[in-house]
């Protein structure tokens, strides 16, 4: 019955500081993403600086230009008697069947949230998804390392099994070096004669294949079947980190002991379902042949070392005798002998360059096999050698490696002076998971100091914290339903949820200490809170949903989890916030409790004496 200005002065003073604080709830959850190190804060950063300045915005907004619209535009208030919709009606009984049983309301509440725990567990656990491009790449490694030509004819014949799959719409080959970078997250590649790197550009609109992993997948299948004298890795692109789901350190300083366990670690990690393209880099010994001169033989014969090294180097690998010149242009003419057995070798015939005899190669010395070690891998200075392996569509990196895990600790093998590092998805996972959680505990510790001084008081900020967990009972809900994995931007959702969803239960309790300061019993100020709050919450909640659903059907591997968690955390959240809360208020906070009732807000003193 307030005139217009007066109306609008009182809603103001009213609203004010729950909105404020409301406000900078959303803020303290949303500022800690800020400071999360590493590649996962840098592609968290512009999220937290974007809601904050956009809820910035909105409060301004709201306590200046919606008060002079609604003085401008509203019309006074005719008295209706409307009829109650269904589910108005549905939460008054609700509402009332909780305050009749508030334990067995509460306790329902905690095994629900206990039971979503549980569901949480048994989620896909999923650091980042794969890009969502049209685009990947295959890696080349040819079985002659000194070949070039022999990287070049087996990157021919992947080209030719590329030109068969209808989806493959251009491709692009680098012979001896990687392609240019042409993704932020692709791996530099090593110059090398037996490397070679393709880029493969695809259409699946007219195919039965519903994404590119499929596709990559069914491509490796072929690759694998028909490829001969080298291999190829078809790999997608990645979201973050470049690097495999499935990464096994192993190092020591015995190398027979560390060449048995990465075959047993090979073979275990092969034997679980939903492996693929299991490697590792342990260089297996090459045998090369050694002349072992004799020099005593060597110095009556007139022969040098450098003679002997220089003709031989000039047989294997040839030396360039002259140069060819036509038409401006000049042409190496490389002379090499045509050796191609040992016995060859034995009688190649060295000339000294002293006394400018000839003796065959067999009387100087004895040439004979020897085993060496091509390669010595090392990881921060310690000899290592790494198993990796690539994880089929719909299986987890985390389990495949707990699983293996448990298949080491039962294997019968010594692991006695060896370390075992686990570099995967996993590992990324319980970093970058564990700064975000990090996070999540400094931002609610900071929204409780928030609402402790705008309740003056220790517990009705806890009771406004239950919201929390019932958000999570909707997160794995949603994520469960829409067949979604527990990713890195899925657990982004839930810890900006925690924001959202303890805005509603802020005005709710605000409206409940307000109806007990004028008088109400706290059941009665519990319903009319509820009666009061119902609709703004509630269309609030449905709006921000709907904001989501383009985001939610967009199909991105990457912003889907995101939005599942937001919409459906926040609903339930919602539904449940009308009833839980002023159940646990009632059942928490006594009548005779005059520091709950004599220490309202800061607001609402003012509010009550205008």
């Not at 803020?27 to 592609?43: C, D, H, K, N, Q």
């Not at 509203?74 to 008697?81: G, T, V, Y």
């Not at 007219?206 to 190829?232: F, I, M, R, Y």
């Amino acid at each position: 019955g307030l005139e217009k200005m007066q109306a609008c002065i009182k809603g103001l003073k009213q609203a004010m500081i729950p909105v404020f604080s409301a406000t900078l709830t959303i803020i303290a959850a949303f500022s800690p993403m800020l400071f999360v190190p590493g590649p996962a804060g840098e592609f968290l950063r512009s999220l937290p600086q974007t809601v904050i300045i956009t809820v910035v915005a909105s409060f301004l907004v709201a306590v200046t230009v919606t008060p002079v619209l609604a003085y401008l535009f509203f019309d006074r208030l005719k008295e209706k008697r409307k009829a109650k919709s269904l589910l108005r009606k549905s939460y008054v009984k609700v509402m009332k069947l909780g305050m009749n049983y508030k334990k067995s309301t509460l306790i329902t509440c905690l095994l629900l949230v206990v039971l979503a725990v549980y569901g949480a567990l048994q989620l896909h656990i999923q650091f980042f998804p794969k890009a969502d491009k049209d685009i990947f790449y295959i890696n080349l490694r040819s079985e002659s390392s000194s070949n070039m030509e022999a990287t070049a004819e087996l990157a021919n014949r992947v080209e030719e099994i590329l030109q068969k799959n209808k989806e493959i719409i251009s491709y692009s080959t680098a012979i001896g070096n990687g392609l240019p970078k042409f993704y932020i997250t692709l791996p530099k590649a090593t110059p090398s004669k037996d490397f070679g790197q393709i880029l493969v550009k695809v259409d699946l609109s007219n195919s039965e294949l519903t994404n590119n992993a499929e596709l990559a997948l069914h491509l490796q299948q072929q690759l694998d079947q028909e490829l001969v004298g080298g291999k190829a890795d078809v790999l997608l692109l990645e979201k973050a980190m470049p690097g495999d789901p499935l990464e096994i350190r192993v190092s020591g300083d015995d190398n027979e002991q560390v060449k048995a366990a990465v075959a047993l670690i090979r073979q275990e990690l092969e034997s679980i379902p939903g492996t693929i393209q299991v490697e590792d880099d342990y260089a297996a010994n090459e045998y090369e042949f050694v002349l072992d001169i004799d020099r005593e033989q060597a110095t009556l014969l007139g022969m040098t070392n450098y003679d002997i090294q220089r003709q031989i180097n000039i047989a294997l690998s040839g030396t360039e005798a002259t140069v060819f010149r036509l038409a401006g242009n000049e042409y190496s003419i490389i002379v090499q002998g045509d050796i191609e057995t040992k016995e060859d070798l034995e009688n190649l015939a060295i000339k000294s360059s002293i006394a400018g005899n000839k003796v065959l190669l067999k009387q100087l010395g004895q040439i004979r096999l020897h085993s060496t070690i091509p390669t010595i891998n090392k990881y921060d200075g310690i000899q290592a050698v790494t198993i990796s392996g690539e994880v089929l569509p719909g299986y987890s990196a985390v389990t495949i490696e707990k699983t293996l895990k448990q298949r080491l600790v039962q294997a019968d093998f010594d692991f006695s002076g060896l370390t075992l590092h686990y570099d995967g998805e996993a590992k990324d996972i319980k970093d970058n998971f564990g700064n975000l959680g990090t996070t999540a505990i400094f931002a609610l510790f900071l929204i409780y100091i928030i609402l402790m001084i705008q309740f003056r008081s220790f517990l009705q900020p806890a009771i406004i914290f239950i919201t929390i967990p019932l958000s999570i009972i909707g997160v794995v809900a949603g994520l469960t339903l829409f067949s979604q994995p527990l990713s890195f931007t899925a657990l982004v959702g839930v810890v900006s949820l925690m924001g959202l969803v303890i805005r509603n239960a802020i005005l709710l309790i605000e409206f409940i200490n307000l109806a007990r300061k004028e008088g109400m019993s706290i059941e009665e100020a519990c319903h009319h809170a509820v009666e009061r709050r119902y609709r703004p919450i509630l269309l609030t909640a449905i709006t921000t949903v709907i904001g989501l659903v383009p985001l939610a059907l967009s199909g991105s591997d990457l912003f889907t989890p995101l939005s599942v968690a937001l919409m459906s955390g926040l609903l339930v959240s919602t539904l449940f916030t009308l009833v839980v809360v002023p159940v646990a208020y009632s059942f928490l906070i006594r009548e005779d409790d005059r520091n709950e009732q004599i220490q309202p807000p800061f607001s609402q003193q003012r509010t009550l004496e205008g």
